[in-house]
């Protein structure tokens, strides 16, 4: 626009410049010459008139129509809308066997905050866990004893790579996932995300932020040579390596896929982080 505007004040100065030279020739005082009588030529006959063609003006171009998205409904009735979204993403049937299909997106959001804290609350999870009991092999001669508050040996254990199965298809669901269609179904839907991360308690929050730090995370999760141990104080296992327990829930998710699955993870999760 800028280009045009200068445009027309060059031919604007341009056509004042030509006004005032043609004017200041114009006053300079000379001698009248003498006159001259010159007998003017009869005029050409003019011509006869021909048949010439209209000129048809081309046709202007078509205008592509313009394709309007459908408003956003309300979070709270958003479900069908994110239901048939994600559907698209990875499938119908893959949608059915493995998300939830109640408050969809403030479970979403919910579960990408959880990651990156000390765990992921059942009631909030989006995605449904896999089927089959952990698998774990009592280690009988552990290299180090680690004992409890009052003494006790803790038993101890190594994680069987048999776990690592359990997660092929979420794997597989994830990398079948096209990253640029994903990132544009984010900003379509980043409203509604937003909504629902302000209503975590987040009134100034940003989720965009947020799941960016979170996915930082997840790359940042170590790699983990096999064996991993395990030790069980309680009822649940913990792992022996108080770096690795330390770690927040997402990391922890990746740890108990496997080391190849998590691979594959963490590269999938680098194409999205550069989508977005």
């Known amino acids: 626009m800028k280009k045009w505007i200068i445009a027309i004040i060059l031919v604007v100065l341009g056509v004042i410049a030509l006004y005032v030279f043609n004017a200041s020739q114009s006053t300079i005082e000379e001698a009248p010459p003498p006159p001259v009588m010159v007998e003017e030529p009869s005029p050409p006959p003019a011509p006869e008139p021909q048949n010439v063609p209209a000129e048809v003006p081309a046709p202007a171009p078509a205008e592509e129509p313009v394709v309007e998205q459908p408003p956003l409904?309300?979070?709270a009735e958003s479900d069908p809308v994110a239901i048939e979204t994600l559907s698209g993403?990875?499938?119908?049937?893959?949608?059915?066997?493995?998300?939830?299909?109640?408050?969809?997106?403030?479970?979403?959001?919910?579960?990408?905050?959880?990651?990156g804290g000390a765990q992921v609350p059942a009631s909030i999870k989006v995605i449904e866990g896999p089927g089959g009991e952990f698998q774990a092999t009592a280690d009988e001669n552990p290299a180090s004893v680690i004992r409890n508050a009052a003494g006790d040996?803790?038993?101890?254990?190594?994680?069987?790579?048999?776990?690592?199965?359990r997660y092929d298809s979420y794997v597989k669901m994830l990398e079948a996932v096209d990253v640029s269609q994903l990132a544009a179904t984010y900003r379509e839907y980043r409203p509604l995300l937003e909504e629902a991360f302000r209503q975590?308690?987040?009134?100034?929050?940003?989720?965009d932020q947020r799941l960016r730090a979170v996915i930082d995370e997840l790359l940042a999760t170590p790699d983990v040579a096999e064996p991993v141990r395990l030790i069980k104080p309680e009822a649940f296992y913990l792992y022996a390596d108080?770096?690795?327990?330390?770690?927040?829930?997402g990391q922890k998710a990746l740890l108990r896929m496997g080391p190849e699955n998590a691979a594959r993870v963490k590269a999938k999760l680098s194409e999205i982080r550069d989508a977005l």
């Open 242 to 249: 108080k770096e690795l327990e330390s770690l927040t829930a």
């Open 73 to 75: 409904p309300p979070l």
């Open 153 to 165: 040996p803790i038993p101890q254990y190594i994680v069987d790579p048999v776990n690592d199965r």
């Open 200 to 207: 975590l308690g987040y009134p100034d929050g940003d989720f």
């Open 89 to 115: 993403l990875v499938g119908d049937e893959q949608v059915r066997a493995y998300v939830a299909h109640q408050d969809v997106i403030a479970r979403l959001v919910a579960t990408v905050d959880a990651m």
